[in-house]
């Protein structure tokens, strides 16, 4: 028998070359935060607050959680790009990647500060840094002292256990522009669209639902710069003339894999079966009404995509209100083809034949809803009285939302309130605000600019207004 000659041979990675490459995976701004925010849930974090700090060149993002944390050694495997994890059914990560390469796609410089929960640990921090990595093409990161961190990171940390990332030399997010007006302005278009993507992404989380009990037990809130985030809820569940059509389960399933599908349709109300205008207007979502019909597909409860029929059929207004969840377990994960950056998902081809025809008499309660004339000839309801569904719901209990109104949490920058203030258009007032109290964050006077506005209220109230209060 003739033996063969081989021979290992290790081909390391090129760090330089392969550091750039893993910026462009095809993350959006509010995609890479959302994907911090998976893995603040995965550690059982009650609280997220995002502060985004506008500072010319300098400004910052910081997301902080008090989750578990993590020890030193823990926190040196999460920073290895394909850290070493062994994950739950219904784990919303995946790859051991997201946090570098969310935040790479972001940033230059990346700072991961812990503190793991028990008495007596000290905080770490940790750097990955792509000009140092690029630099000495090695896969390197520098251990810091806490006080490298911005205040608002290391204060976090000195009151709990948890996480801090910091995102500095914002290169992308700012627009990747010298000019501080345009960076400006990207910076601000990016934190007013981020309340309303994170209020939609996890709104489960956030109102409490039941089926994200068994992944997340306790009360769960975002907070992004000082404003509590309020659910938003695509199907408007809470609307008495909402209709909740009959779910439907889709078995999948190939050689030594398989699960299973949910969906339930909804039929929103028409916009003349709403009281208040504006609580339409808020159900339009972030795509608007059109554009916002279809599949909400979820990944573990964690929203992946939002609206659009999966390339099954074409958006059309008469089937605005239709809208549909769309369940499916991790297990499923190759079938829909998700990516690192957990972004979007492809339905499988195995259900577009079932789904279609699940999706007709949808579309057709729809286009009825739509038209007030059919919809007029349909039993009068009286108040309080729930519409009768085409089909009864096949499971009950979806969740709530605590509030629908969205009204600005007290403190914080008032008129840059996430979901649904963060709709309206920034006044250049709100925006004046947005900068004084940046500008004190950053230089420590938050309680002195405090006290010159209430003075200045009493004083010049026209000013003061002008000034975004
Ligand atoms: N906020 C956090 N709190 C505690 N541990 C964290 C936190 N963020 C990351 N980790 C740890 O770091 C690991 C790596 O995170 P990373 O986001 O890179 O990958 P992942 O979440 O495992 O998978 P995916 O690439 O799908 O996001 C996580 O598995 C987790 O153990
Ligand atoms: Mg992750």
């Given at each position: 028998?003739?033996?063969?000659q081989?021979?290992v041979?290790?081909?390391?990675p090129n760090?330089?070359?392969?550091v750039q490459?893993?910026?462009?995976?095809?993350?959006?701004?509010?995609?890479?935060?959302?994907?911090?925010?998976?893995?603040?849930?995965?550690?059982?974090a009650t609280?997220?607050?995002?502060?985004?700090v506008?500072?010319?060149?300098?400004?910052?993002?910081?997301?902080?959680?008090?989750?578990?944390?993590?020890?030193?050694?823990?926190?040196?495997?999460?920073?290895?790009?394909?850290?070493?994890?062994?994950?739950?059914?219904?784990?919303l990560?995946k790859?051991?990647?997201?946090?570098k390469?969310?935040?790479?796609?972001?940033?230059?410089?990346?700072?991961?500060?812990?503190?793991?929960?028990g008495?007596?640990?000290?905080?770490?921090?940790?750097?990955?840094?792509?000009?140092?990595?690029?630099?000495?093409?090695?896969?390197?990161?520098?251990?810091q002292?806490?006080?490298?961190?911005?205040?608002?990171?290391?204060?976090?940390?000195?009151e709990?256990?948890?996480?801090?990332?910091?995102?500095?030399?914002?290169?992308?997010l700012?627009?990747?522009t010298?000019?501080?007006?345009?960076?400006?302005?990207?910076?601000?278009?990016?934190?007013?669209?981020?309340?309303?993507?994170?209020?939609?992404?996890?709104?489960?989380?956030?109102?409490?639902?039941?089926?994200?009990?068994?992944?997340?037990?306790?009360?769960?809130?975002i907070?992004?710069?000082?404003?509590?985030?309020?659910?938003?809820?695509?199907f408007?569940?809470?609307?008495?003339?909402?209709q909740t059509?009959?779910?439907?389960?889709f078995?999948?399933?190939?050689?030594g894999?398989?699960?299973?599908?949910e969906?339930?349709p909804?039929?929103?109300?028409?916009?003349?079966?709403?009281?208040?205008?504006?609580?339409?207007?808020?159900?339009?979502?972030?795509k608007?009404?059109?554009?916002?019909?279809g599949?909400?597909?979820?990944?573990?409860?964690?929203?992946i995509?939002?609206?659009?029929?999966?390339?099954?059929?074409?958006?059309?207004?008469?089937?605005?209100?239709?809208?549909?969840?769309?369940?499916?377990?991790?297990?499923?994960?190759n079938?829909?083809?998700?990516n690192?950056?957990?972004?979007?998902v492809?339905l499988?081809?195995q259900?577009?034949?079932?789904?279609?025809?699940?999706?007709?008499?949808?579309?057709?309660?729809?286009d009825?809803?739509y038209?007030?004339?059919?919809?007029?000839?349909?039993?009068?309801?009286?108040p309080?009285?729930?519409?009768?569904?085409?089909?009864?719901?096949?499971?009950?209990?979806?969740?709530?939302?605590?509030?629908?109104s969205?009204?600005?949490?007290q403190?914080?920058?008032?008129?840059?309130?996430?979901?649904?203030v963060?709709?309206?258009?920034?006044?250049?007032?709100?925006?004046?605000?947005?900068?004084?109290?940046?500008?004190?964050?950053?230089?420590?006077?938050?309680?002195?600019?405090?006290?010159?506005?209430?003075?200045?209220a009493?004083?010049?109230?026209?000013?003061?207004r002008?000034l975004?209060?």
């Open positions: 028998m003739k033996i063969l081989q021979e041979v290790q081909i390391v760090a330089k070359r392969l490459g893993y910026r462009d995976i095809g993350y959006t701004f509010n995609g890479a935060v959302a994907d911090l925010v998976d893995n603040s849930i995965a550690a059982q609280e997220v607050r995002i502060d985004m506008w500072d010319s060149h300098h400004s910052y993002l910081v997301i902080s959680d008090n989750g578990d944390g993590m020890t030193r050694a823990q926190l040196e495997e999460a920073m290895r790009l394909g850290s070493d994890q062994d994950y739950d059914s219904d784990d990560g790859f051991g990647l997201g946090l390469t969310a935040s790479i796609s972001q940033c230059k410089v990346l700072q991961v500060g812990s503190r793991p929960r008495i007596g640990h000290a905080v770490d921090v940790l750097r990955f840094d792509i000009d140092h990595i690029e630099t000495t093409n090695n896969w390197e990161v520098i251990r002292g806490t006080e490298t961190l911005p205040t608002i990171a290391s204060d976090w940390l000195a709990t256990h948890g996480t801090v990332i910091v995102w500095s030399n914002l290169d992308r700012l627009g990747g010298n000019n501080m007006d345009k960076a400006r302005n990207a910076f601000f278009d990016h934190h007013r669209g981020l309340g309303l993507h994170l209020a939609m992404v996890f709104h489960r989380f956030l109102s409490g639902d039941e089926r994200t009990k068994h992944q997340h037990p306790a009360e769960f809130r907070v992004l710069n000082g404003l509590e985030l309020d659910p938003w809820d695509p408007a569940t809470w609307h008495e003339k909402t059509l009959t779910a439907q389960d078995p999948l399933a190939g050689v894999w398989g699960g299973i599908v969906m339930q909804y039929i929103l109300p028409a916009k003349e079966q709403f009281n208040d205008p504006k609580e339409h207007e808020l159900l339009s979502g972030p608007k009404w059109n554009n916002q019909q599949f909400y597909i979820y990944r573990a409860n964690r929203m995509q939002s609206g659009g029929w999966c390339g099954l059929l074409t958006p059309n207004e008469h089937y605005k209100l239709a809208r549909v969840t769309v369940d499916f377990p991790p297990q499923l994960d079938a829909f083809g998700i690192i950056a957990k972004m979007r492809t499988p081809a259900l577009k034949d079932e789904v279609k025809a699940f999706v007709g008499p949808i579309r057709k309660a729809a009825l809803a038209n007030a004339k059919e919809r007029n000839k349909l039993p009068a309801l009286g309080g009285s729930t519409p009768p569904p085409l089909t009864p719901p096949k499971r009950p209990g979806v969740a709530v939302p605590r509030t629908t969205g009204t600005a949490q403190g914080g920058l008032g008129p840059f309130a996430p979901w649904p963060a709709t309206l258009r920034e006044t250049e007032q709100s925006r004046r605000r947005f900068a004084l109290e940046t500008a004190a964050k950053v230089t420590g006077h938050e309680s002195a600019l405090e006290a010159i506005l209430k003075a200045l009493s004083s010049d109230e026209r000013t003061a002008e975004g209060w």
